[in-house]
T-cell receptor, first 111, second 113 residues
Framework: AQTIHQWPVAEIKAVGSPLSLGCTIK??????LYWYWQATGGTLQQLFY??????VESVVQLNLSASRPKDDQFILSTEKLLLSHSGFYLC??????????FGPGTRLTVL | GEQVEQLPSILRVQEGSSASINCSYE??????FPWYKQEPGENPKLIID?????ERKQIQELIVLLDKKAKRFSLHITDTQPGDSAMYFC????????????FGAGTKLSVKP
C-alpha cells in the first residue's frame, strides 16, 4: 500500500529564516506530486506540481520554490520566510490527473 | 482560471437529517469534481468524486449530482451523524497535464445530536 510522509510535522520559524519541507511517497512508481497551502480556516491553494523527476511547474509561487530530486521525493523551500507563509502545507499525489491524495501536512508558524 | 463557488459556508443540521452543499464552476473544460472532508488538524480526505460522463454517483450515504449544462455540482449527505461534522471542500479540474484543481472556500458542517 502507498504511504505518504511529510516532515517536519510542525515548525515555528522566524521571519527571514530559511525553510525546507519534505514529502516522500512510497509504494507508487512515478506519481504526480503536488504542494498545497492552506491558511487557517481557508481553502486549499495548489502551489506546485511535478509529473517527473527534476521537473516542477509553478501554479502560485508565494516566494517559495519546489524541487523533485528523486521520483518519490518533493521538497518545498524558501530562503526567507514571510509572516504570510504561515499555514498548513500539504503534499499530495496522484497517478493520473484525477484523484489526489493528501499527506498528513506540516503546520508552519512564522513569527 | 477556474473559479469554484461553494455554498453555504456554514451548515448546521440535526442528526438524522440531510445536508446539502452546492458548488458552481466557470470552466466548461472541467471534467472531474472531487469532494474532500477535512477534520480539525487533519489532512483533507477524498470521500467521493464524479467525472463529467456521469450525472449522479452514490457511495453509501453520500450522493453527488452533476449538472454540466448549469455548471453546478452538489454533495448530499443523507442520515447525517455527528461524525459527519467537518469541513467539506469541493473542487473542479480538467484532466490535463497542467491540472491545477480549484477548490471551493469550504463548508463547515455541524451535526447536532
Amino acid at each position: 500500500a502507498q504511504t505518504i510522509h511529510q516532515w517536519p510535522v510542525a515548525e515555528i520559524k522566524a521571519v527571514g529564516s530559511p525553510l525546507s519541507l519534505g514529502c516522500t511517497i512510497k509504494g507508487k512508481s512515478s506519481p504526480n506530486l503536488y504542494w498545497y497551502w492552506q491558511a487557517t480556516g481557508g481553502t486549499l491553494q495548489q502551489l506546485f506540481y511535478s509529473i517527473t523527476v527534476g521537473q516542477v511547474e509553478s501554479v502560485v509561487q508565494l516566494n517559495l520554490s519546489a524541487s523533485r530530486p528523486k521520483d518519490d521525493q518533493f521538497i518545498l523551500s524558501t530562503e526567507k520566510l514571510l509572516l504570510s507563509h504561515s499555514g498548513f502545507y500539504l503534499c499530495a499525489w496522484s497517478l493520473d490527473f484525477y484523484e489526489q491524495y493528501f499527506g498528513p501536512g506540516t503546520r508552519l508558524t512564522v513569527l | 482560471g477556474e473559479q469554484v463557488e461553494q455554498l453555504p459556508s456554514i451548515l448546521r443540521v440535526q442528526e438524522g437529517s440531510s445536508a446539502s452543499i452546492n458548488c458552481s464552476y466557470e470552466d466548461s473544460a472541467s471534467n472531474y469534481f472531487p469532494w474532500y472532508k477535512q477534520e480539525p488538524g487533519e489532512n483533507p480526505k477524498l470521500i467521493i468524486d464524479i467525472r463529467s460522463n456521469m450525472e449522479r454517483k452514490q457511495i453509501q450515504e453520500l450522493i453527488v449530482l452533476l449538472d454540466k449544462k448549469a455548471k453546478r455540482f452538489s454533495l448530499h449527505i443523507t442520515d447525517t451523524q455527528p461524525g459527519d461534522s467537518a469541513m467539506y471542500f469541493c473542487a473542479a479540474s480538467a484532466n490535463l497535464d497542467n491540472n491545477a484543481p480549484r477548490f471551493g472556500a469550504g463548508t463547515k458542517l455541524s451535526v447536532k445530536p
